[in-house]
């Protein structure tokens, strides 16, 4: 079996983001001409700090020079997911609940594409999601992108 860079990139960096107590969200990479990008995304409960990215930088970094998965010059990056995280996982899903959440299918549903709601369960591969007073039935397989939706608040400090 023949690993993809995007996979072969994961199975180096995850043992080392888990070992520092984060959460791995996502991994890209961005060929470019000249350089390309690896693009890391970490999160923790309580918010990632610029020493997390900083130290995930340093030790994934490493490993990849070691590996020399490249055969030309890469950027690596290294990054919280923002308010607007992206739910990738049927763990980040149950991981939220409560929460506001946009999402869209790569199919239609009762003519619907975009959904965006409260996520109130997720089970048996299904997200159920309250839209305007109305519980949907989100089949997790056909969710094409989703994210968090931060909700700012009106109150003045």
Not at 25 to 44: A, F, H, M
Not at 118 to 131: A, D, F, I, R
Request: charged content about 30%; overall charge negative; hydrophobic content about 40%.
């Amino acid at each position: 079996m023949v690993l993809t860079i995007l996979e072969r990139v994961r199975e180096l960096a995850e043992p080392i983001i888990k070992e520092l107590n984060l959460d791995l969200v996502d991994i890209e990479y961005l060929p470019q001409r000249e350089r390309g990008i690896v693009r890391i995304t970490i999160d923790k409960d309580n918010g990632v700090t610029l020493d997390d990215c900083t130290r995930v930088n340093r030790e994934v970094g490493y490993i990849l020079e070691i590996k020399d998965l490249f055969s030309h010059p890469y950027q690596l990056e290294v990054s919280s997911p923002g308010l607007e995280r992206p739910l990738k996982t049927l763990g980040d899903f149950e991981k939220f609940l409560g929460r506001k959440v946009s999402l869209k299918t790569s199919e239609l549903l009762n003519g619907k594409r975009n959904f965006k709601g409260t996520l109130k369960q997720v089970q048996n591969g299904t997200v159920l999601l309250e839209m305007d007073g109305s519980l949907w039935e989100i089949p997790f397989s056909l969710v094409r992108h989703a994210k968090l939706v931060y909700e700012f608040s009106e109150k003045c400090f």
